[in-house]
């Protein structure tokens, strides 16, 4: 009943926590993208010749010629009710066009993180494990040099080697986008999974090393702890020692690590998607913040920033089921 009472106090303050979160995001939403250099009327008549009433008039729509301390309340009155405004751009309510992009991003970057962090766990396990080895002195090498790589810069390199061709390389894979838009059925995964073959490959090169470098840290740490004596004093076979008691105690640096990858999941990768012309809400907030499309931009940094939250949430509240002794 004590440890049932002790974990409802700590996810209370957990919950709080993250409130006050979503709150400051809220206001940093509003402010932050008022700074940005650039006048979003002036972008949206780029080329067209427009007078100085018309300027006036969509600024009016628009809502900016009322004072910023108005424009803020009705901003977080309107947010709270989950209505994130209407895209200067594109004419449509800012929600809907985050749920038509949504699907690829969560498609696209979904695969990518659990394929680098399973990748990752295990190599960075088998690192620590035989440490200084031959094996583990190319994981980390190899490792160290990808997780410096920027993913942009990676991606144009796969786009030149794979996607165009070098040398006796032949193009292998498409240089962007999710379809070619001929195949069905069938035919339609195969294609989409074509286009999703060299920006997974990026996001998985770049997560995957963080990942392993983690786990190996916090597999190092726990290799000489007097338990782990214990268990091979028992007989216990050394994979077996390093799988049921050395790693479980080693997750929970890398446990926050996968949450907060699983909240990019909502993000996706935003050069990475501009690279390859992927149509998920990275492209989305790009082209936002080229105009910049307030609306836009705002609301897609909510969701970006509360998928973060509730990551980090989830991560908290996973802790003291993995060790007790976070709670106390």
Request: charged share 15%; net charge positive; with cysteine.
């Amino acid at each position: 009943m004590t440890a049932a009472r002790g974990y409802l106090r700590y996810t209370a303050g957990k919950l709080g926590g993250a409130a006050v979160s979503l709150l400051a995001v809220l206001v940093t939403s509003f402010f932050l993208f008022r700074i940005i250099p650039g006048d979003p009327v002036k972008a949206l008549t780029h080329g067209t010749p427009t007078t100085a009433g018309q300027l006036a008039s969509l600024r009016r729509q628009f809502g900016l010629d009322e004072p910023l301390w108005r424009q803020f309340t009705e901003y977080c009155a309107k947010a709270l009710t989950g209505d994130l405004g209407i895209s200067y751009q594109f004419r449509a309510p800012v929600g809907e066009l985050i749920a038509e992009k949504a699907p690829a991003t969560l498609l696209l970057t979904g695969v990518a993180v659990l394929v680098y962090s399973a990748v990752g766990l295990w190599l960075g396990a088998r690192s620590a494990w035989r440490h200084g080895g031959l094996g583990d002195r190319i994981n980390t090498g190899v490792a160290l040099t990808l997780w410096s790589v920027p993913s942009f810069w990676l991606g144009l390199l796969l786009i030149i080697t794979f996607s165009v061709g070098v040398g006796p390389v032949p193009g292998l894979f498409p240089t962007g986008g999710m379809e070619s838009g001929d195949a069905t059925g069938l035919g339609y995964a195969v294609d989409v999974a074509h286009h999703m073959v060299l920006p997974v490959l990026t996001l998985v090169a770049v997560g995957y090393a963080q990942t392993l470098l983690v786990m190996r840290s916090s597999l190092l740490d726990e290799m000489g702890g007097d338990y782990l004596t214990t268990a091979r004093a028992k007989g216990l076979r050394d994979a077996v020692v390093r799988r049921r008691h050395a790693v479980p105690n080693a997750l929970l640096p890398t446990v926050t690590m996968i949450f907060i990858n699983l909240g990019h999941v909502a993000a996706g990768s935003i050069l990475v998607e501009t690279v390859f012309s992927w149509p998920g809400v990275g492209g989305l907030f790009y082209q936002a913040l080229s105009v910049p499309d307030l609306p836009l931009v705002q609301g897609l940094f909510m969701v970006f920033a509360g998928a973060m939250i509730l990551m980090n949430l989830l991560a908290d509240l996973v802790y003291p089921l993995l060790d007790p002794r976070v709670r106390r």
